[in-house]
């Protein structure tokens, strides 16, 4: 799990650099990005075989960071979707009942937008819960990456791509997607 214990939350700092890792060239892979994720958001994060061992114990609430288009793709079974740059009021109006005592797991496709709603909303949002929350390392990609089952609706689902340019990166991890 990475940095940020909640007795000394970060701050949010304006001053990272630019985001410097482009999709389409060869040379970046997941990894590259699950640590360009990591530096620009310090939240604890959750690796895809911890979350599997949460989710089949039935102990975690998923929130899915992700347009609907995404989410109706492919997510994770029991996953409840919220839109991206939701903030902490939104979350807990629609969910609060969800998070009480439970750890929650938020994911999108790569861990950008859900380290950002999750550091934007980590300070609201533990009261509410156990006061475990996490971001899910590498996202749908890494969860996918590991072979792990997405669902849309009864159906088996598929990771989306979310443009054709992390599309690029998607196909490098996850070949015959």
């Known amino acids: 799990m990475a940095a940020a214990a909640y007795g ?32 620009r958001y310090p939240v604890d ?15 975690v609430t998923l929130l ?9 793709s492919g997510h994770l079974a029991g996953a ?36 950002q709603v999750l550091m934007q909303s980590l300070r609201e949002l533990v009261p509410h819960t156990d006061g475990r929350l996490y971001n899910l390392r590498g996202g749908v990609f890494r969860w996918t990456a590991e072979g792990r089952p997405l669902v849309s609706g009864n159906k088996p689902g598929k990771a989306h791509p979310y443009d054709k340019d992390w599309g690029q990166l998607l196909s490098r991890t996850v070949p015959g997607l």
């Open 64 to 72: 899915d960071v992700r347009t609907q288009e995404e989410f109706e």
């Open 80 to 115: 409840i979707r919220v839109e991206p740059g939701s903030s902490a009021e939104d979350i807990l109006r629609q969910h609060q009942t969800r998070l009480k005592g439970r750890p929650v797991v938020f994911y999108c496709a790569v861990g950008v937008r859900s380290s």
């Open 8 to 39: 000394g939350l970060p701050a949010l700092s304006p001053n990272l650099r630019p985001w410097t890792l482009d999709p389409t060239d060869p040379r970046v892979s997941l990894e590259d990005v699950e640590r360009e994720v990591i530096r």
């Open 45 to 59: 994060d959750v690796l895809p075989s911890t979350l599997a061992a949460m989710v089949a114990r039935g102990d």
